[in-house]
């Protein structure tokens, strides 16, 4: 049986990248499922692929149901397709397309068929992954969840030239701390 390596390019990024290996005869909706893994994205959202030339024009498309738009060929259906029947070339590639809101666009290349199955690995298998994924509802990077806390930490945004407000309107409380100051090196 086949083994068919797919490189996952992110659309805005070329250097974030997943390498899925799968089978064949296996489903367009068995790769959708292995992207949306690869990239840590849920699957609430519609998507759909589309066949594409070397110059990454739309063409067919594959789709996860049939979505209430006018198509000017109908398109196949993810669960019912098989990804061996959509390869015409042997660097075969195609645009995934998820969330039609926030419009996330993936770049799925083929790059490597093999004839050996790996006994060890599940397929769909995500192989290689370079680069940091982008965040499907906001900001993520190398410091997680702490980076919100570093920007409230550290927001400079409030101030003028890079100077907070900090300190100002407060004169009555350090008048009272100064006071306070006096009075205990009177005492001694």
């Known amino acids: 049986m086949a083994i068919l390596k797919f490189r996952v390019y992110f659309e805005e990024d070329d250097s974030i990248y997943r390498d899925i290996a799968i089978r064949h005869k296996q489903y367009f909706l068995d790769l959708h499922q292995a992207i949306l893994k690869a990239y840590e994205f849920d699957s609430k959202h519609a998507a759909t692929f589309y066949r594409s030339n070397d110059n990454w024009q739309r063409g067919r498309e594959i789709s996860l149901e049939k979505y209430d738009k006018s198509y000017v060929v109908e398109p196949l259906l993810m669960e019912s397709t098989t ?106």
Not at 132 to 149: R, W
Not at 150 to 178: C, I, P
Request: aromatic letters at 12%; glycine letters at 10%; a negative charge.
């Open 83 to 188: 990804i061996g029947t959509e390869i015409f070339d042997p660097n075969q590639k195609f645009i995934y397309q998820y969330d039609f809101n926030r419009n996330w666009t993936f770049l799925v290349e083929l790059i490597n068929v093999s004839k050996e199955e790996n006994p060890k690995i599940e397929y769909p298998a995500v192989v290689r992954t370079e680069g940091i994924a982008p965040s499907q509802y906001g900001t993520k990077g190398l410091v997680g969840d702490k980076l919100a806390e570093m920007e409230e930490k550290y927001d400079l945004q409030s101030g003028a030239e890079g100077f907070g407000t900090e300190g100002e309107g407060e004169d009555e409380e350090s008048d009272s701390f100064g006071a306070e100051e006096e009075n205990s090196e009177e005492e001694f």
